[in-house]
């Protein structure tokens, strides 16, 4: 499902009440909800300027990581990665923070790329389940941002996800991959793919079943993918900061990313 931004909730950058309610109420039981157009076309032409040439250094120097011409790619926390429209959009945050409370933080920063003639990927989830043995499932604890940076369409690698309720099976698999008797249930249960406008916005619980489809044009499909957790989840920090870079984001930016490697140069993608 998709929300479409009035004037209003454009101009203010929040979301009225009842678009906030509907996207919780999305991603707690269908496990996701996209949001169309919130990036300007100026701001897209941004990011995709100084995106390009990164991926194809980056894939000359690694290659290909997550499948045939299909890679993923951590982003340098410098500008325009580091924009606060990108790691701090009110409207996004609107809904994480409603999600997750207080204290959430960002751990991850970094790109998906479906290229020319990428195949599927097998069904899987992002993380294993925290507690598998337990038995009843746990609230929504991580959430996973996609920007995508073209049009997305049947043609050029769509996200395919299977909604309903397969992040809150307690029968999960053990691990990420979805295996045994969970292909047959991928199989038989209701998917779909995930069209949208550039700059369009997707916030999915982690744990829901997804896949990355074919790309049957000649060009890349990226979406720019962020992790955002509570404030007890995700690790040590990995995002390397300059501390210069990191004392000009808001305070908010700053909140998201206080447990990451503040101080540290920027880690250029062939570095990681």
Known sequence: ????????????????????????????????????RVLAPEQIKEIKTAFDPLFAEYTNRKGF???????????????????????????????IDALLGEG??????????????????NVHSDLPPLF???????????LVLNIPLVDVNEDNGPLEVWPGGTHLDPDNTNQTAIDG??????????????????????IRD?????????????????????IYNKDWFGGGGTIQIPQETYD??????????????IGYPVKQPWDW
């Not at 979301?15 to 169309?36: D, F, P």
């Not at 890679?71 to 809904?95: G, K, N, R, T, W």
């Not at 984001?249 to 490697?261: A, I, N, P, T, V």
Request: a positive charge.
């Open 104 to 121: 959430v933080r960002c751990t991850y920063l970094a790109s998906d790329t479906a290229g020319p003639g990428s195949d599927y990927q």
């Open 132 to 142: 598998p043995n337990l038995g009843v499932a746990l609230p929504v604890y991580s």
């Open 181 to 202: 008797e969970m292909v047959r249930a991928a199989k038989t249960m209701y998917s779909e793919k995930v069209f949208m406008p550039a700059g369009s916005m997707v």
């Open 248 to 261: 000009r984001l808001s305070e908010r930016g700053k909140q998201l990313f206080r447990f990451e490697k």
């Open 206 to 226: 982690i744990r829901m079943w997804h896949r990355g489809t074919p790309n049957r044009t000649d060009q890349h499909r990226t979406n720019i993918a962020l």
């Open 1 to 36: 499902m998709f929300i479409q931004l009035t004037n209003e909730e454009r101009s203010t950058g929040k979301l009225n009440r009842e678009s906030l309610e509907i996207a919780v109420e999305q991603v707690k039981k269908n496990g996701y909800i996209g949001i169309e």
């Open 65 to 95: 990581n997550t499948g045939t011409n299909r890679a993923q790619m951590h982003l340098p926390f410098e500008e325009p990665f580091c924009s606060e429209y990108i790691i701090a959009h009110s409207i996004a945050l609107d809904v």
